[in-house]
């Protein structure tokens, strides 16, 4: 972004669909179904309808590669229910404070 590339494939129209191979499944794509979702998510306002479906996507894409549970799990203070809240919460709320 700051060299002025685009650092993402062209997107399609509607979500994008990252290249085909290991992220297909007999049956379905996971992106198809992850698409799917997020678009039904966001009609029923369970997610933030004003992002692009493609931003959601890549976010959960992104999160996927995320080093942050297997640091936390390395350092043995917290279970992997802990750990898994915790990630789930930064991922769908951001890290604002929310009141009690």
Known sequence: MVDGR???????AGVAQPQRG?????GGDVSDRLGAWIVKAQADADLDPALP???VLYTIYA???DPV???L???MRYSD????????ATCMNGLRRRPT
């Open 81 to 88: 229910g802990q750990i898994v809240d915790w990630v789930l």
């Open 69 to 71: 549970p297997g640091v």
């Open 73 to 75: 799990k390395a350092g």
């Open 22 to 26: 290991p992220m297909q499944r007999g």
């Open 63 to 65: 999160r996927a590669c």
């Open 53 to 55: 479906p493609e931003v």
């Open 6 to 12: 685009d650092h993402l494939e062209p997107l399609e």
